[in-house]
């Protein structure tokens, strides 16, 4: 069973924003190493960023300097804040922990074309 649970996907236009939230059950996301992915149909997920339970973030290339994250301990809950939206950032966004084999259902972001 998965310790997280995905939500705030949507549908948007290039440029636009989003905020998805990863609210965590019986493990905090605040003492864990998180993660967020995502992924594509018929492709390979691919690593989106990573934070630390001291705060320290990392972000792939194709996302750096647009995306942010981040959590609020109190609600055990982390985010991912997309900004400038790309058609490329369409897929399903997973926020499992670092290490683990069960993930959650994803949120879908669709970027419209």
């Known amino acids: 069973q998965a310790q997280v649970v995905e939500s705030g996907g949507d549908l948007v236009q290039p440029g636009g924003s989003l905020r998805l939230s990863c609210a965590g059950s019986e493990r905090s996301v605040s003492a864990e190493i998180m993660t967020w992915h995502r992924q594509v149909p018929g492709k390979a997920r691919e690593w989106v960023a990573t934070l630390f339970p001291g705060g320290a973030t990392f972000y792939a290339d194709s996302v750096k300097g647009r995306f942010t994250v981040s959590r609020d301990e109190a609600k055990n809950t982390m985010y991912l804040q997309l900004d400038n939206l790309k058609p490329d950032d369409t897929a399903t966004y997973y926020c499992?922990?670092?290490?683990?084999?069960?993930w959650g259902q994803g949120t879908q972001v669709t970027v419209l074309s």
């Open positions: 499992p922990e670092h290490g683990t084999t069960t």
